[in-house]
């Protein structure tokens, strides 16, 4: 994929990461939706002009050049019938979540004390739903970006992403690694939207880091949960004041 294509996908994804439209990006630089879209896909972006998408963006253009180089010609989604597949099967998933952070067949079938012929019909049935390409001497490559994203309401997060929550949460939250945090606070619409998308922001940070840390050897890596939610939301507590109020007689 040619560098203008790469710069101009990763300037389409962190818009859409930030809920904006190339008219609010046009709009923003004092040029016509047209010109924008003209622009990005024809190349010769001056520094100036990055520099001022960067500004809108919230973003820096060594993020932005970063963000380009994971720009591959794969999908980002995986099909329903694959998420059903996977969904229907822990192991199938859970060997697929794990070829996706970067383990070799070795170090799985290692790991979990698999046989060669159990891990070699679990890859066949990956490449058979074309999430993998299955190659000699159980080599693997996959067909689908490794940083893609389930369907929120899709078979997958149906199915396992309660029980997930449940096992995150009932855990410790101690010692230097840890950090749990429950704030509620009253913020406006502008407030609101500006922290949603920092909040995206450390998401996409956290699957940079992730990125970078492949190299490293299985043994150097650990797994690590990352949970961010944010919704309107007015703790039941408060309920109890509206009913002890309802309660008093009048004066």
Same mark, same amino acid.
Request: hydrophobic share 45%.
């Given at each position: 994929?040619?560098?203008?294509?790469?710069?101009?996908?990763?300037?389409?994804?962190?818009?859409?990461?930030?809920?904006l439209?190339?008219?609010?990006?046009?709009?923003?630089?004092?040029?016509?939706?047209?010109?924008?879209?003209?622009?990005?896909?024809?190349?010769?972006?001056?520094?100036?002009?990055?520099?001022?998408?960067?500004t809108?963006l919230?973003?820096?253009?060594?993020?932005?050049?970063?963000?380009g180089?994971?720009?591959?010609?794969?999908?980002?989604?995986?099909?329903l019938?694959?998420?059903?597949a996977?969904?229907a099967?822990?192991?199938?998933?859970?060997?697929?979540?794990l070829?996706?952070?970067?383990?070799?067949?070795?170090?799985?079938?290692?790991?979990?004390?698999?046989?060669?012929?159990?891990?070699?019909?679990l890859?066949?049935?990956?490449?058979?739903?074309?999430?993998?390409?299955l190659?000699?001497?159980?080599?693997?490559r996959?067909?689908?970006?490794?940083? &893609?994203?389930?369907?929120?309401?899709?078979?997958?997060?149906?199915?396992?992403?309660?029980?997930?929550?449940v096992?995150?949460?009932r855990?410790?939250f101690?010692?230097?690694?840890?950090?749990?945090?429950?704030?509620?606070?009253?913020?406006?619409?502008?407030?609101?939207?500006?922290?949603?998308?920092?909040?995206?922001?450390?998401?996409?940070? &956290?699957?940079?880091?992730?990125?970078?840390?492949?190299?490293?050897?299985?043994s150097?890596?650990?797994?690590?949960?990352?949970?961010?939610?944010?919704?309107p &939301?007015?703790?039941?507590?408060?309920?109890?004041?509206?009913?002890?109020?309802?309660?008093?007689?009048?004066?």
């Amino acid at each position: 994929m040619p560098e203008a294509q790469r710069l101009h996908e990763a300037i389409k994804r962190q818009l859409k990461a930030r809920g904006l439209r190339y008219l609010d990006l046009a709009q923003a630089l004092g040029l016509s939706e047209p010109s924008i879209k003209r622009l990005l896909s024809r190349g010769g972006i001056t520094l100036e002009r990055l520099e001022q998408i960067c500004t809108v963006l919230e973003t820096d253009f060594f993020e932005l050049a970063r963000a380009g180089r994971r720009v591959v010609e794969q999908p980002n989604m995986l099909s329903l019938a694959q998420e059903e597949a996977l969904a229907a099967d822990p192991r199938l998933l859970t060997l697929f979540h794990l070829l996706c952070n970067d383990w070799s067949v070795a170090d799985v079938r290692r790991e979990f004390g698999l046989t060669d012929p159990s891990v070699v019909r679990l890859l066949a049935r990956l490449d058979r739903l074309k999430l993998l390409e299955l190659q000699p001497e159980n080599r693997v490559r996959l067909k689908v970006a490794r940083d &893609f994203e389930w369907r929120p309401q899709g078979p997958v997060m149906q199915r396992w992403s309660r029980s997930a929550l449940v096992e995150f949460f009932r855990g410790e939250f101690e010692g230097s690694d840890a950090l749990l945090r429950l704030e509620v606070k009253e913020l406006g619409s502008a407030s609101l939207a500006l922290l949603r998308r920092r909040l995206e922001k450390v998401v996409q940070e &956290f699957s940079e880091l992730a990125s970078v840390d492949a190299s490293l050897p299985g043994s150097k890596r650990r797994g690590v949960g990352l949970v961010i939610g944010l919704r309107p &939301f007015a703790f039941s507590l408060l309920e109890s004041l509206r009913e002890e109020v309802a309660k008093r007689p009048r004066a």
